[in-house]
């Protein structure tokens, strides 16, 4: 039998992985291709700032659920 937690798990996984590399390599493709690539230059630390509250908000969550499971024990 199929675990279908894991499988909605990678299935999302994979979702957030093929939808970043799509913002930057087409967006910033596009944006360099456009408007040159100092541009694309300031572009990159946007999105790169943009995902570190993200990044922050997930480790911290990580964290928590880390000492969560290691309390009950």
Same mark, same amino acid.
């Given at each position: 039998?199929?675990?279908l937690?894991q499988?909605?798990?990678? &299935?999302? #996984?994979?979702? /957030?992985v093929? +939808?970043?590399? /799509?913002l #930057?390599?087409?967006?910033?493709? !596009?944006?360099?291709w !456009?408007?040159?690539? $100092?541009?694309?230059?300031?572009?990159?630390?946007?999105l !790169?700032s943009?995902?570190? $509250?993200?990044?922050? /908000?997930? !480790? &911290?969550?990580?964290? @928590?659920? @880390?000492?969560?499971?290691?309390?009950? +024990?």
């Open positions: 039998m199929r675990d937690r499988y909605a798990r990678q &299935t999302t #996984f994979r979702l /957030i093929g +939808s970043l590399l /799509i #930057f390599i087409i967006g910033l493709g !596009l944006v360099a !456009l408007y040159g690539l $100092p541009a694309a230059g300031l572009g990159l630390l946007c !790169l943009a995902l570190l $509250p993200i990044g922050l /908000i997930l !480790l &911290t969550l990580a964290l @928590w659920d @880390w000492i969560v499971k290691h309390g009950r +024990s």
